[in-house]
Every structure is written in C-alpha cells, then in structure tokens.
T-cell receptor, first 114, second 114 residues
Framework: SQTIHQWPATLVQPVGSPLSLECTVE??????LYWYRQAAGRGLQLLFY??????ISSEVPQNLSASRPQDRQFILSSKKLLLSDSGFYLC?????????????FGSGTRLTVV | AQSVTQLGSHVSVSEGALVLLRCNYS??????LFWYVQYPNQGLQLLLK??????LVKGINGFEAEFKKSETSFHLTKPSAHMSDAAEYFC????????????FGAGTRLFVKA
C-alpha cells in the first residue's frame, strides 16, 4: 500500500533562519507531488507541484522554494524565514496525470516562525 | 478556471441531527469533485469523490454527496451526526489538465453538540 511521510511534525524557527521540510512517498512510482500551506482558520493554498524529477511549478511568488531530487521525494525550503511563513504545511501525492484519483496527504508540519 | 465556494465557515448541529455542508463549484469542463475531512493537527483525508459514474456518491463514515449539474452543487450530507464527526470539511475540484491540481474551498468547520 502507498504511504506518505512528512517531517518534522512541529518546528519553531527564528525569523531569518533557513527551512527544510521533507516529504517522501512509498509504494508508488511517478506520483504527482504537492505542497500546500494552511494558515490559521483558512483554507489550503497550493504552493508548489511537481509532475516529475526536477520539474517544479510555483503557484505563488514567495519566500519559499521546492525541489524534487528523487522520484518520491519532495522538499520545501527557504533561505530566510519570515513571520508570515508560519502555518501548517501539507504534502500530498496523487497518481500521475489522473485528476480523479484524489490526493493522499501527509500528516503535516506545524511551522511557527518567531 | 475552476473555483469552489463553501457556504458557511461554521456549521453547528446536535448529535443525531442531519448534517448538510454546502459546496458550489465553477468549472468550464465536466468536473472531478471531492470532499475531504481534516481533524485537528492532522492532514486531510478523502471522504468521497465524484467522477461522473453516479450522481449520488457514498463515502466513508456514513457521508454522501449528490452532484447536481443544474445547480453546480456538490453538497455533503449525513443523516445522523455523531460527536466524532466534529472536524473541518473541504470541498475541492480537480483540474483535468496541466499539473492536475486540486482547488480547495475555504473549509467548513462542523461542530456537534451533545
């Protein structure tokens, strides 16, 4: 069966520090991968998506970047965190080029920038 | 471009009462529609999905949703609320091309009173 792992679960970082969140998928190959952010009391904002290794599409210009160094690995990074980067970050995967499959989400990372 | 509108950011029902969470969508092509549930500090879990096979879709935990093309709606219902249903619910529409992204509504938080 397919599983998705996301870590860390919680993170408190000072303003100006770097960030690296990792997401890995097991049990499938060539997945579509996604990073979403959920601010307190708000819906989900799509940040990045990837349909293959090294292929990253950005949805929102911001302080963050994403990379996909391996087929089932998706990394969210920042060189210098801002207070506004605080939120709940969710990684998700879906079958390649199949919109009707639905997403499987990781358990999320709660990031607090202080 | 697709969009999703969830009517009511908060819904409160008594235990045993009908649950009705409203969702309207905008799509230029036949849509793929989803409902997800999110419990506190967790990722989202797929409840059910509409993929044009049947207009009445049954999901997990006793939930179901009916696709009404004429009303561009996909409302979520459950005949009898249980305390464990208290969570946030997201309606979503999938894009069939490009990055096969899913657009989420702002979410509706369901409260269940004893």
């Amino acid at each position: 069966s397919q599983t998705i792992h996301q870590w860390p679960a919680t993170l408190v970082q000072p303003v100006g520090s770097p960030l690296s969140l990792e997401c890995t998928v097991e049990g499938t190959s060539n997945p579509n991968l996604y990073w979403y952010r959920q601010a307190a009391g708000r819906g989900l904002q799509l940040l990045f998506y990837s349909v293959g290794i090294g292929q990253i599409s950005s949805e929102v210009p911001q302080n963050l970047s994403a990379s996909r160094p391996q087929d089932r690995q998706f990394i969210l990074s920042s060189k210098k965190l801002l207070l506004s980067d605080s939120g709940f970050y969710l990684c998700a995967w879906s079958r390649l080029q199949v919109t009707n499959y639905g997403y499987t989400f990781g358990s999320g990372t709660r990031l607090t920038v202080v | 471009a697709q969009s999703v509108t969830q009517l009511g950011s908060h819904v409160s029902v008594s235990e045993g009462a009908l649950v009705l969470l409203r969702c309207n969508y905008s799509s230029s092509v036949p849509p793929y529609l989803f409902w997800y549930v999110q419990y506190p500090n967790q990722g989202l879990q797929l409840l059910l999905k509409y993929t044009s096979a049947a207009t009445l879709v049954k999901g997990i935990n006793g939930f179901e949703a009916e696709f009404k093309k004429s009303e561009t709606s996909f409302h979520l219902t459950k005949p009898s609320a249980h305390m464990s249903d208290a969570a946030e619910y997201f309606c979503a529409v999938g894009e069939p091309t490009g990055g096969f992204k899913t657009i989420f509504g702002a979410g509706t938080r369901l409260f269940v009173k004893a």
